[in-house]
Each structure stands twice: as structure tokens, then as C-alpha cells.
């Protein structure tokens, strides 16, 4: 059956991805994605989708933030949305210590206007891409959906309140919302300014990468593709008003990564400059979540981390001009400026 979606942040890193495995596994369905074109998403991100289905109607672009009231029911009024899937967000831990403000504009009232736009306009399920982020660190075991929330940045914290704003339209008017949490997302398209993409778009340029204290933090990671899968079988097989964890059992230290990455590029351990963390207490230790729930339901991860990690780092080798022409902009060269310049000085 034919349906359309509605992909908000669309231009993003994981909302791009989730429109092409739309466009591939669901040959009759519309994709529309909302953006707001900010510094992490743009349009050559998504230009293979728009070369590849520009003769037909199963893709529209429109430009607009989600806390925009105007827009968001505009665009509901004007085109047969069945499913919303939201992807849009301010997602920088380091960011969001300096301009806490913007995190909870997007992350928490921007929920609450699609939420409500859902509610008016019947949409059949609109479904939350939040963050394994939500529970702070894990010291010990693996965060189940019953875990508490304990976020220790304002970016945390931000999709943890976006995660309320959905329990709370669910408990109070029915809204057939879904919520998912995923670890630590890595694929083609991802903004060079977390840690692999940022590593690797350096590291094949041969300068030093900044890896925070001793590089002992763990992470759960998963490929893209496997995230955008996961979400698209809770958009589908869910039960709304429910949480589900999706992850790919890989726990890596950032250390580890970092080795890893030097060996597919054939780079030196000098490269390596180690930092003072600027998180401090709330840089979280260790990420850890059991996606067993989602996985008694049929999904699986299926890309093996050390397989889809080469095809990142090929990607990235093979589409320079996709992330320079974002590497060289004043405000991502003011960036690295303001996190790094005081560590890298001329290695910059």
C-alpha cells in the first residue's frame, strides 16, 4: 500500500540515509523531507536521491524548521502526509555546552509543534529518532527501554525532553507516536565534526586528530544503514506509545577506533594528539544498549562493524568534494577553531 512519509531533517546525516532506504525498500511510497538547512545539513546531501527520482513524484523537498509552526501545518495541509518520521535536531555534545538555547528550541519545543501538527492533521504514526545518550553512562550492564533517563549535557538532556513531550501527547490525547534510541550512528554523509568523520576527514589530509583524554571512552556503535533500518521496522511493526533501543552490539573505545582508522589509511600513531576533554564530568564514560526487545520482534543488524567502517572510510576517500567544500567554510573552519585551536595551533 502506497504511503507517504514525511522525514523531517531530512538533510541530515541519518534523515538522508533514512530517505534512501525509504526510496529502495518501499518502491511505492512518497518521501517529503523538511529541513531547515543549518550548518549540519544541505542539499548536496541529498542530490543522488533527487538525480535519481527527478522524473517522478516520490520526492519533494521543502525548507523550514520544525519549532515553525507556520510551516510544519502548512506543509500537512498542503500535501497527504501518512507517517512522520523525525530526524530533525541540534545533535553536538560540544555545541550544546556553549548554546544550550538552540538545542532546546529544536529538540524539545520543535517535538512539541509536530507532535501537536500530528494530532490535528490524523497522522497515522509519527515516530521520534532519539539517542542511547538520554541515559547518561552506563558503568556497568546495558540500558534496557525501562532504564531511567540521566543526561549530563544540554544536548542530552534536550532529547530527553523532546522524549517526554512525546510520552505526554501519547498519555494525554492518544497521539500514536513511537519512540526509538540508537548508539553512535557512522556511514557515508555524516557531518565531519564527530569523531569519525571528523578523524577521517583529517586523517587522509595527514594532520594530527584530537582524541579527548586518554581515549578510553566506549561507545556503542552502528552503521547508518542498520539505524535507518531499525527505525523504519518500529515505524512499521511498533506499538505506539512504546520505546524501543536500537543497537549492533559493538562496543568500541574511541582509542580503538582511532587505531583502526590509522590502519585503513596507512597513517602513523603520530597523528594522534591527545586533549584535555572539554566535557569534564559530563563527558559519559560508556554507552551501552540492549536491543533485545527490537530483535524478539525480527530485526537485525546487518553489517559487521570492521566491514562497514572500510566502506565508510572508502566513502569518504572516494567523495572529497562532498566534505571539503564544508571543511573549507568560514563557520566550520570558525569551529575548529573554537574547540581545537588552543590544542592544534598550527596542525590546525
Not at 585503513?264 to 554507552?287: Q, S
Request: net charge negative; charged share 25%.
Amino acid at each position: 500500500m502506497s504511503k507517504t512519509i514525511l522525514v523531517t531533517g531530512g538533510a541530515g546525516f541519518i534523515g538522508s540515509n533514512y530517505c534512501r532506504y525509504v526510496l529502495q525498500h518501499h518502491p511505492d511510497y512518497r518521501v517529503i523531507v523538511l529541513d531547515a538547512l543549518t550548518y549540519a545539513g544541505n542539499l548536496s546531501t541529498l542530490a543522488d536521491i533527487q538525480q535519481s527520482v527527478d522524473r517522478t513524484d516520490r520526492f519533494r523537498f521543502y525548507p523550514g524548521r520544525i519549532q515553525d509552526e507556520t510551516v510544519v501545518n502548512g506543509l500537512l495541509r498542503s500535501e497527504r502526509v501518512d507517517y512522520i518520521v523525525n530526524c530533525a535536531a541540534e545533535s553536538h555534545n560540544d555545541r550544546s555546552l556553549l548554546e544550550p538555547g538552540s538545542f532546546i528550541q529544536t529538540d524539545v519545543y520543535g517535538v512539541f509543534i509536530l507532535l501537536d501538527a500530528a494530532k490535528r492533521h490524523g497522522i497515522e504514526r509519527i515516530l521520534h529518532v532519539s539517542t542511547d545518550e538520554v541515559y547518561g553512562t552506563a558503568d556497568t550492564g546495558r540500558f534496557t527501554e525501562q532504564s531511567p533517563l540521566a543526561p549530563n549535557t544540554p544536548y542530552a538532556a534536550s532529547k530527553a525532553g523532546g522524549e517526554l513531550q512525546a510520552r505526554a501527547h501519547r498519555v494525554a490525547y492518544g497521539t500514536p507516536v513511537l519512540v526509538t534510541r540508537c548508539g553512535n550512528n557512522f556511514g557515508p554523509y555524516q557531518y565531519p565534526e564527530k569523531l569519525l568523520p571528523f578523524f577521517i576527514t583529517r586523517l587522509i589530509d595527514r594532520k594530527k586528530v584530537p582524541l579527548y583524554g586518554t581515549g578510553e571512552q566506549v561507545r556503542d556503535w552502528i552503521f547508518v544503514m542498520d539505524h535507518c533500518s531499525g527505525i523504519d521496522f518500529v515505524l512499521h511493526h511498533g506499538t505506539p506509545g512504546e520505546v524501543y533501543n536500537i543497537g549492533a552490539d559493538c562496543e568500541r573505545t574511541n582509542l580503538e577506533v582511532t587505531h583502526r582508522l590509522l590502519q585503513l589509511l596507512d597513517r602513523p600513531e603520530t597523528l594522534i594528539r591527545p586533549i584535555p576533554d572539554p566535557r569534564g564530568a559530563a563527558h559519559d564514560r560508556r554507552y551501552s544498549v540492549d536491543a533485545s526487545r527490537l530483535r524478539s520482534l525480527g530485526w537485525r543488524p546487518t553489517h559487521p562493524f570492521d566491514t562497514a567502517l572500510e566502506q565508510t572510510v572508502r566513502w569518504y576517500v572516494e567523495h572529497q568534494t562532498w566534505w571539503r567544500e564544508i571543511v573549507a567554510r568560514p563557520d566550520y573552519q570558525a569551529f575548529l577553531q573554537r574547540f581545537y585551536g588552543p590544542y592544534l595551533g598550527e596542525d590546525l
